[in-house]
């Protein structure tokens, strides 16, 4: 499981198990993510002289859709890298049951769950 965070031309951050995805002639043409979830940050009160702390929350990507799989063209992606640990740890400790009913699912296609 790869997961990494995303930043699209949108402006939006997402964190998401992601694989490369290719067209016919097996050419990377942009990613496949799943399991995408927006990461909205907000700004913590400091004082004045402290460093800018941010709280993370995570909101599904696109709630709207029945799909938890999309796919996302180069082109819409400015940046993307490996999850820092607290990035990663909490999206797992969030999502992880999420994601494994999901890979379930895929495996076994008579599974109701």
Request: hydrophobic share 40%; with cysteine.
């Amino acid at each position: 499981m790869s997961i990494k965070v995303l930043r699209l031309t949108s402006g939006e951050q997402i964190v998401a198990e992601v694989k490369d995805l290719r067209d016919d002639n097996d050419k990377p043409i942009g990613f496949q993510i799943s399991y995408p979830y927006s990461i909205v940050m907000q700004p913590l009160p400091q004082n004045e002289g402290e460093p800018l702390k941010f709280n993370m929350n995570y909101v599904v990507w696109m709630p709207a859709c029945k799909d938890n799989t999309f796919a996302i063209p180069f082109s819409s992606v400015v940046a993307f890298g490996d999850a820092a640990p607290e990035v990663m740890n909490a999206y797992l400790k969030n999502f992880g049951d999420v994601i494994k009913e999901g890979i379930t699912d895929q495996e076994d296609p008579t599974s109701t769950g």
